[in-house]
């Protein structure tokens, strides 16, 4: 984990927030490298689930919400942590995590009694602050999805089963963070709610389980890094009647990252009860009218970047040389080409370079770089998981060619200048 947080940093992956000024704890800044990561997975998801399925749209519902939409879905009243505190260095801990001794588990210091502590973030909407003005930050994306279900059922004419994709920011006031991203107050969720007719809920449930675990192996995720873990039954939360965590081996051990959740129709009720809305489901076919329940998968963006970093990381020895590679997927990558000139001092080289990266700039993200030797920007771009490198030489200005090499292979193609493109469109796809 400590190599992945170095790279991280020097390579412009992701930076501590506010560092200027110490760091926020627990809240993450995506540099440069790390933004394009990012787009780049958020992309493929919605690729996959969104553009790929003709049974899912999209939605981007926004972050602040009525407060009474969390007094329906429970989060007022159950989203709490029965939490102890320490009288000598103040800090809070879960106590479930309090071991026999009632001693604090940083300094072992006396703690204080148990108390609740909501999850929420709480803010305050408009000039004038009192408790007519108290909101939430979304603590999670779904609701936003539940409050517009008979928005997207009207105005797409959708029928069950269908779902709603929706990525986007959510807080959580968390009081153990820690373990880089992992687990953060401000982080990004991919979900979907999945809306059924009750009595295929298991089947559906089923399904998108497989359907969750085989998207991370095919974006490269090693099988054996993964595994399924069902929860028992006094562990599941107050709306699931079923749940499985697809869990991947960090270095600090098997953790969740995603869920799937069978949600039944808990939510929508607690919306039409509150509300006094109708939310029920109309099927033209059958004349029936039901509330539909809800398979709901859903992960975490920010685990999801760890797991591909932590995944991909290689190290070998080449030449008696250790080298640094991510072996990240092509679709993933940050950048998927960069242009090297082998001699910066010829200006015809260079020109070529440059030209040759500007048009490749029109299909995907590439890169120009000749700030130093040949053998150092191919570590460089090695460690940061660029697919491909394109070497201009002076052989390149009388036969019209370049050398193309591969990151994984180190295998060296010889390509017409004209057919780089084409050539690297088939690789990338």
């Not at 999801?304 to 080298?323: G, H, M, N, P």
Request: proline letters at 3%; a neutral charge.
């Amino acid at each position: 984990m400590e190599k992945i947080v170095s790279l991280c940093k020097r390579r412009g992956f992701i930076f501590q927030s506010s560092e200027i000024y110490g760091g926020l704890a627990s809240t993450w800044d995506y540099g440069p490298l790390g933004a394009e990561l990012k787009r780049n997975l958020k992309e493929a998801w919605w690729r996959s689930n969104v553009f790929e399925r003709d049974d899912v749209e999209g939605l981007d519902a926004s972050i602040l919400m009525h407060p009474s939409v969390w007094i329906a879905s429970g989060h007022v009243s159950n989203f709490e942590d029965t939490l102890v505190e320490c009288k000598s260095c103040n800090k809070r801990h879960k106590i479930e995590s309090i071991g026999k001794d009632k001693k604090c588990p940083l300094c072992g210091g006396e703690l204080t009694g148990a108390h609740q502590f909501n999850l929420m973030l709480k803010t305050n909407l408009g000039p004038v602050k009192s408790d007519l003005s108290v909101t939430y930050m979304r603590p999670e994306t779904a609701q936003g999805i539940f409050v517009n279900f008979v928005n997207v059922v009207n105005s797409m004419r959708r029928k069950i089963p269908f779902g709603i994709a929706q990525i986007g920011k959510s807080f959580r006031n968390e009081v153990t963070t820690g373990n880089f991203t992992f687990r953060s107050r401000e982080f990004e969720q991919m979900e979907i709610e999945f809306f059924v007719k009750p009595g295929t809920d298991e089947e559906w449930y089923h399904k998108w389980v497989d359907e969750r675990f085989n998207w991370y192996t095919k974006f490269g995720i090693k099988k054996e890094n993964l595994k399924k873990r069902e929860h028992a039954k006094d562990e599941l939360a107050h709306y699931a009647k079923a749940c499985t965590d697809i869990e991947y081996n960090f270095p600090f051990g098997w953790s969740e990252l995603e869920g799937i959740a069978n949600r039944t129709d808990f939510d929508l009720k607690q919306h039409m009860k509150l509300s006094g809305q109708n939310l029920e489901y109309y099927d033209d076919e059958t004349k029936e009218r039901y509330v539909p329940y809800v398979i709901e998968p859903s992960g975490g963006i920010d685990r999801s970047i760890l797991a591909f970093l932590v995944d991909s990381y290689r190290e070998e020895k080449v030449k008696d040389q250790k080298r640094v590679s991510l072996a990240i997927h092509k679709a993933l990558a940050p950048i998927k080409a960069a242009v090297l000139p082998l001699l910066r001092n010829r200006p015809e080289i260079v020109k070529l370079a440059k030209d040759i990266t500007n048009d490749l700039k029109k299909s995907f993200k590439a890169m120009y770089d000749d700030t130093a030797s040949i053998g150092r920007l191919y570590r460089r771009q090695d460690e940061i998981g660029t697919p491909y490198c394109i070497t201009v030489d002076v052989d390149s200005l009388s036969d019209n060619k370049v050398t193309v090499r591969d990151r994984d292979t180190m295998i060296q193609d010889r390509i017409a200048v004209g057919m780089v493109k084409e050539f690297l469109a088939e690789k990338l796809k």
